[in-house]
């Protein structure tokens, strides 16, 4: 996920202006559920207009509005339900963070939906409309998101078809909310397996993916934390369009979020002292390489030099009786490697005696 | 202990669904107590309805389900308490954050249990149901956990039972509580072992138990903080299922818990301060091998030097003065000697001015 | 941006002195735009008098002061005004804070308008004096910062020429607070790039610039801060300067600074894990270097050693059978070659099981 | 200290349970003082009882306890004064966070004394009722603690001795918290001759020593944050056994403490920071060590390699003009020497460019 | 600056007890300056009492005394003027947070001047009593301090001199605030060039410039922002003794005071980077330098192996085929030569391509 994913008008640029994103994406399609206690209609229009009109049809009416809108479309969608400008260009201008704004007639709620796994998570922008009898969703990607709640309503005997569109909204908030479980489970399995690696090889993989996960805890911490605040608001204040029966399960989609916040922090307190640690892997790693070097350094340099001092050529031109005797000693030969094989055992055992043949990174040798 | 330990369902589930969890575990037992003063009743019931029909005959009742409860046994639970289905679905959604909900007629409160030693802590869920003469406690493990209570319960002059539920709700919260007493005593003792061992020899399993020890901690915060709002959610708000004389006791509880949290957050602080030390330790001794490297090359380099240089051939072929002429002097070998000593007791007490034939790790030289 | 960039007065001075700052500077121009309903005049006056005397002939009046005011020309300004001396001081003490203070008949708020890219920001400050019918600004850099503004106001049908002056302030601080979002973007983008180098070629220059990003983000971070209390203000208390219907412009203004807040949070956040992500990437280098130092030492150190034992003259002067009957075999110099390429076989394979013969830090090795 | 210092039941005991602590302490002493205006009474009693019967005789009366105070003792305290049942407990489960839980009678009080000089610091509990017209202290250690407040007592002209036991309460807190003074000041003159040695000589016990100082700062912190809030329970609410003229001295005394709470956070930032200039300083030492055996190595291998090269045995057995023909050059073995000294003196002038004969942590070189 | 700066008695002593201080300071002098719109008088006094009975002769009086007062002269000033002993104890000993403290006639309070400059801070305390109609400022300094406030009463149409007490200690506050805005001017300047260093020739006195930065920062944030308190203190609350025309100069005092308290912690936050980034530079060079070693040892170790098995004597006394032939080639030497260039030149060629002939430290190669 990019670090900037905000859309965004040159400063200064009117309130309310709505600019056309990137059209390659999905055309736009409306999916209409009207429902009164057990009777349900879907309807596929793409009229806001039209749209509106059915709302009398039914008690309350679910408007799924999937893909790309343009802004012709959404001014159409605002001048048919009263929908404030502020809220049509935070529908475009997307990457919001989830808030809600308190409008005479509507609630707007703009929520985080995280899409794809822990390796490349993307976030995207689910933008709520709900007014009396009435919710608007609208969601640049795929139909499959809220699918389940279809799903729920097209069933019988389901609490949810039977309740108005408060009860809606919840449902959609809840299924946001817990879409961070899956998610926060696969960060968890990442962490354990990063950190399996990280004590027994680390290498510079390890440190890159550290670093991504990091990245991305505290990219989705910027989407979730304010969720809470979103939903408390719901909760909290005087709100009309909220009725008291849908508090309950509301803040038990609250309590949902908490455990994600918590769980999101606890990862990246996690994930911060894991670079410690692999900074502390490559530092012992490194010791380990320095104590193989002295060792054979210490041994064979003292080595090298005897044999070298038996190398020089004092013997050879001079009959001085000074001039290397060793050389013409009847042992000599011998008794050189004797010197260089007592140097190399003193060396060994003053180095087993330090523990140095041992090495620190050994996992095994508890 | 896992990162994420919660159950859940699908995004977009029904609230209130309740699913089977894996039933390998034991099978649910139901020990029901009902209590007037003085007079103790003990049944074993395994019927929901037998147990709300009881309620009648003591003033106070508690009913302890141990073992893996299945939902269908649950849901006959809940029709016969009139148990909220969200409060049913956290039961087995175990791995809940601590925490207090209100229904009409009952609190519904979950705890959690931290079961096992410090090396390897697993948390476990507590479901109570505090109504205004019953509690209802469900616990997935064994039956060991509320024994003590049990026993106060039996014995006569306990104040225990001659109080209503609100009363024995305050005992299993206490006992849950005080339970992280004995577990931070252990912690402080092993972090006191890693402590000792850092400084004189740490090696990869050290770095290993910090980081355990760290996310262990981390992971029990998370468990313990929640359950502080838990007692003064009991304590503060206007609670007609809490008498005003259990509140002395809950104050009492809540102290305790802000010791426990207090002592995490030293633990968690110490730990952090130990990865520093680890790496500042794991550089000393990097430190230390160098310089025993340093050593050894800086003697011996020179002095494998001049024995090279009298290894040069210059004079074998050649009748020039200048054909290395030290070759046949009569102290020509001695004096080697003596050029390559007097390099090697210069460089030494070079080495000893700079200090560094002492090991800066060395913890005897104060 | 140098750390400390306020301007200010030896301490002691009386409060409200007004002193000239650095007069290289532009000239100071006054724009004058009265506007009501539909009706613009635009006027380029240099009398403050004249200015004040404008302000019957239109609903609202903007007036723009650009460049260096000078002591004389503010102070004539306060008299026309009635503005306060201490917020005349501020005006030319610049590099406040961003505030707002209450004055009996105006508004004084200043604004940090951040100049420049990302590489090398400046921030300029805005100064505006908000009164019933007319908003006073000043700032000493050009006139182009307001110009789509102007243009705004010059423009049929725009809400902003039909509102009075706390729009035209709303209008005003919504492009200053939209400035940080092209500013955070290009910070984002090059995070990202420093990401890239971090891992895959760390040097000194990455060093410089991540320590740089964090100075530029802490500086940025202590202007845009409080700005978030300035709009915070406006829109809380009692304000009977600030309309009802402008407070849904200022809330949308106070929630694109929050997600710049957050942004700015992040950033930080990240640039401080890039600074251990360095640390770690050069020890890993390091590493690496070490490795193969090791390898070569380990492997030419006992072969220049068997070298020198065959170099060594024993042979020369002698007749004994000890003297390096080596010398005389037949096969000697194969067998020296045999034992050398055994050494070294053998320690290519034993370094080769360690893993040494492959870098940790390639990132290709997945 | 020890990090686990709380004496505990097993979880599930009975609150107010009594239990004999480790018995090898002190015996109990009892201290009563009574004194009213001016008249002052000191009696060695051993009696609860009697004690509780001689309040009438004084407007006010000091029970001073010190020494080990066995659970039988306590209880008839208890019964003698009406204590609650849980504060007695408190008394005896020593290492109490300091707090005051207030009865209907009396207010407890429990206050960590800090015992021991800076290198090993012990706490103690102070435990404290105050009632309408007594004060019971109960301190496990010896006699000394609060001598001073006895003397003023026994002095003529004290305010003291002319005030109720809520004033004599203050006097104890005052001198409790006034022992952070001189604590603290020994631990800013360790601090600073750390902070030298930090600099000049770092080793291992310099690591441990600040490990040390961060440990008993965190663990003196927990035991003095929470006597702030005791004080501020004392002043802020509506105590009817604190009078108003002793809030004065109370608030200075909270002044006081808030002050040495100040200190402590100083002084564990500080110590935070020692503990990365120690790895710095450590760093700093490893590369100068680096530097000579680069050095060393650089000098002293290419001046071996040419030494190596004329001792080539090429020239021995062929008479090829190619068959190095320096050796029976007339000036062959100046010129090697040449060869030699030019190597080591290029490479010396290389070395001082690029300032590495200079040590980089002389501290010396500014 | 020391850690522990503040004077206190033994714990235990009488609270109001007053104390000499070292007294090779400077004897106390009394200004007195009494003025009435317009009218100033300045008399020399030494007697408490005779400046009480002065306050009568104008509408304000301010008695400032400077140098080292005795506690004889102390407790007549507070017998004078009724000061309470807590405060007089205050007085004396001085390293006070800065605090107000309310009497029933008085304000007390303390303020911090920093005095020296960034190399070698040191905090003096001012101490002053607010009556109704005077101020008694003590300092232990000499007399320039408030010298600027003294210019100002004296020279005529200054605002100050036309006010009440209340705004003279506005015009204290705001001298003693504003001497941080040149302090710490000159911290961001030596911050500044320390970065400079950092980066291009970071050594260990470097190092403990940073720590010593770190700390005196630390110190006087500890002595500035209990400031920010004390004037809000004087803001918000129903101060009798503040007139509400000088609440908007304290204002302006507070925002000072916030200005540089986000200073201090911007620089608090740049000066614990530095010391990471402190770290990386040294790993950074360490690096360098190894790399230098490496190559030299990789190069310059396969051609001495070369040249050394050329050393060897087989081919001396053996008439083997197999004894060295290369030694009697005709082109023997020339090729001996063509292996070490080769092997230097491969070398070469891999470095090369690794990139490590360039310094990654090096801060050109951008």
New interface residues.
């Given amino acids: 996920m990019?670090?900037?994913t905000?859309n965004?008008?040159?400063?200064?640029?009117?309130?309310g202006t709505l600019t056309a994103r990137e059209t390659e994406a999905t055309p736009p399609r409306f999916h209409l559920i009207g429902y009164s206690d057990g009777q349900l209609t879907e309807l596929q229009l793409d009229n806001p207009a039209a749209c509106k009109e059915y709302l009398t049809h039914s008690t309350s009416t679910w408007i799924h509005i999937t893909g790309q809108v343009q802004p012709a479309l959404l001014e159409a969608l605002g001048t048919a339900f009263g929908l404030?400008p502020?809220a049509l260009e935070d529908v475009l201008n997307s990457g919001?963070?989830p808030?809600v704004?308190e409008?005479d007639e509507q609630l707007f709620i703009t929520l985080a939906v995280p899409v794809g796994s822990s390796d490349a998570i993307e976030v995207e922008q689910l933008s709520l409309f709900l007014g009396s009898n009435y919710l608007i969703s609208l969601y640049p990607g795929d139909d499959s998101l809220?699918?389940?709640?279809r799903k729920?309503l097209r069933s019988h005997g389901?609490?949810?078809s039977t309740q108005k569109a408060d009860y809606l909204l919840y449902?959609v908030i809840?299924?946001?909310v817990?879409?961070g479980?899956?998610l926060?489970?696969a960060?968890?399995?990442t962490?354990?397996a990063l950190?399996d690696r990280l004590?027994e090889?680390?290498?510079?993989?390890t440190?890159?993916q550290i670093?991504t996960i990091?990245?991305e805890l505290?990219?989705l911490r910027?989407m979730i934390w304010p969720q809470r605040e979103v939903i408390n608001h719901l909760l909290h204040d005087d709100q009309p369009l909220i009725q008291h029966t849908t508090h309950?399960?509301l803040?038990?989609c609250y309590?949902h979020n908490?455990?994600i916040m918590?769980?999101l922090e606890?990862?990246r307190?996690?994930a911060?002292?894991?670079?410690?640690?692999?900074?502390?892997?490559?530092?012992?790693?490194?010791?380990d390489?320095?104590?193989?070097?002295?060792l054979?350094?210490?041994i064979?340099?003292?080595?090298?030099?005897v044999?070298?001092?038996?190398?020089?050529?004092?013997?050879?031109?001079?009959h001085?009786p000074?001039?290397?005797p060793?050389?013409?000693?009847?042992?000599?030969?011998?008794m050189?490697w004797g010197i260089m094989v007592t140097i190399a055992v003193v060396m060994l055992v003053f180095f087993k005696r330090k523990?140095?043949l041992q090495r620190?990174?050994?996992?095994n040798?508890?």
Same sequence: chains 1, 2, 3, 4, 5.
Wanted: glycine share 6%; net charge negative; no cysteine.
């Fill in positions: 990019a670090y900037f905000k965004y008008h040159p400063p200064g640029t009117s309130p404030h502020l919001q963070r808030k704004d409008y809220l699918e389940p709640i729920r389901e609490r949810l449902a809840d299924l946001v817990d879409m479980f899956p926060l489970e960060f968890g399995t962490i354990e950190e004590l090889s680390p290498n510079r993989q440190l890159g670093h990091r990245r505290l990219q910027r309950i399960y803040r038990d309590d908490i455990q918590d769980l606890n990862y307190d996690m911060s002292s894991m670079l410690d640690v692999y900074l502390s892997s490559v530092s012992n790693r490194l010791s390489t320095m104590r193989v070097l002295t054979i350094a210490t064979f340099m003292p080595l090298t030099f044999a070298g001092v038996y190398g020089m050529n004092f013997g050879n031109n001079s001085s000074w001039a290397m060793e050389l013409s000693w009847y042992y000599g030969y011998p050189a523990g140095w620190n990174s050994d996992i040798d508890r």
